[in-house]
């Protein structure tokens, strides 16, 4: 059964300050720059606007500063049609950053360095979240990512697995994770060098090829610590959603030059969640997450470089797209 998703995000904001530059600077070392920009970020924001634009209906909690880049935040997730009621404004904390350095050297595929400064993503209290016990029940899925206190991911999910809601846990930054939270996850996705924090691991590469048998054996030890479905991002090497009962690879649909990899990674599941949520099955949401990602890495900054649901169905019709019929995604217009 097809239908519009009903989602709801608990994470974070980060103000993302881009710096681009034709190499990084070695330890005491400067560089002369190329540009300088800002963008809206976050991995909670990143991923509630990515559903939000491919038609999902969503709600976001969390927590900015009373400040301008709280302000901008705010606006920037109303603006795609994010219901903004639950964002709170802290007058203690500051809004939280991300210090984001691209190397960009022409012919070759852009890479990044980036630190973040929570500031009041870690403010935001249980109490803050206790009205979600009651109202939890209406959501298709909560996401949840790791820039907000580990007791408000572990409570939240607790809240929806009471309510029967599932959870996707985006598990980065890197963190270790409790018994308790790992056992109230539908779905868990890692990329590969968190998912070899969890598991240990190593998922080895030679070029674009991934060893398979390593990715098995996370995938593997994931399911094993109670998550009911894993999905793993390969980076160039593409993805694989898998459970207990089966398992699917999609190769990286590496058709745009890429620009900026920052929010790929956000836009992978949060479209991945809003396909699943609608219906797709899972061979289907991993694919239209795979060409959702692909648009987000050949343009400059988080949330401006996520695509609309028209900007990923152009991009699958373009590439002669034939996997399934793609107008079962009218459901999300």
Do not use: W
Request: aromatic content about 6%; charged content about 20%; hydrophobic content about 45%.
């Amino acid at each position: 059964m097809y239908k519009k998703p009903k989602i709801l995000v608990v994470g974070s904001f980060m103000m993302d300050l881009i710096v681009s530059t034709g190499r990084f600077p070695n330890s005491g070392e400067t560089v002369i720059g190329k540009s300088f920009n800002t963008a809206s970020g976050g991995k909670g924001a990143n991923q509630a606007v990515q559903a939000a634009r491919l038609g999902a209906d969503v709600t976001m909690v969390g927590k900015v500063g009373d400040d301008g880049f709280g302000r901008e935040m705010t606006a920037s997730v109303a603006a795609s049609g994010i219901h903004t009621q639950h964002i709170l404004a802290d007058p203690d904390h500051a809004s939280g950053v991300g210090s984001i350095t691209l190397e960009v050297e022409e012919g070759q595929k852009s890479r990044n360095r980036i630190i973040v400064v929570p500031g009041a993503n870690m403010a935001i209290t249980p109490e803050e979240v206790a009205f979600l016990k009651e109202k939890i029940a209406v959501y298709d899925m909560v996401m949840l990512q790791l820039e907000i206190p580990m007791e408000i991911n572990e409570l939240v999910a607790k809240y929806a697995y009471e309510q029967g809601v599932p959870v996707m846990l985006n598990s980065a930054p890197s963190a270790p994770l409790s018994a308790e939270l790992l056992s109230h996850l539908s779905y868990i996705s890692p990329n590969e060098h968190e998912a070899a924090d969890l598991t240990g691991v190593e998922i080895r590469k030679q070029g674009k090829e991934v060893n398979r048998a390593d990715v098995d054996a996370a995938v593997q030890a994931l399911l094993a610590k109670g998550v009911q479905n894993v999905i793993i991002t390969l980076g160039s090497s593409g993805a694989i959603v898998a459970n207990a009962r089966e398992s699917h690879y999609c190769p990286c649909i590496d058709v745009v030059e890429v620009k900026d990899p920052t929010a790929a990674g956000d836009s992978f599941v949060g479209a991945y969640t809003t396909a699943v949520c609608a219906g797709l099955t899972p061979a289907q949401a991993l694919e239209f997450a795979s060409y959702a990602a692909t648009i987000t890495v050949s343009k400059m900054g988080a949330q401006p470089s996520l695509p609309t649901l028209d900007e990923v169905i152009a991009l699958m019709k373009e590439q002669k797209f034939d996997s399934f019929d793609l107008s079962v995604l009218d459901v999300l217009k």
